[in-house]
């Protein structure tokens, strides 16, 4: 969990950037291009994706559960979408 709020900002606004700022690692980094490109083009998902994950450190376990989350956060989604389920504003924001 992030705790720090304008950490949590520059990383949804530009997590490419806060890597460039040294504000996320290689591996973190990593793991959000893989969710992003997950996300919005599945289609070109290869097994090149999951070998860059290897290679900064994620286990094969780690690369399931990060597919796992992103896949699931996709699905409940459209699922609300799809229901036309409007989101209830949380208190912290």
Known sequence: MLRDDTLLEKIEAD???AHRE???SDQ???MLQY???LTLTPQ???ESDVVELRAVGWSDRDILEI???TAYY???NRIADGLGVQLEESDDH
């Open 15 to 17: 997590f490419v950037g």
């Open 22 to 24: 040294g504000l996320l």
């Open 28 to 30: 973190r980094l990593a």
């Open 35 to 37: 969710a992003s490109k």
């Open 44 to 46: 070109a998902m290869r």
């Open 67 to 69: 597919a796992e989350v």
């Open 74 to 76: 996709a699905y409940v």
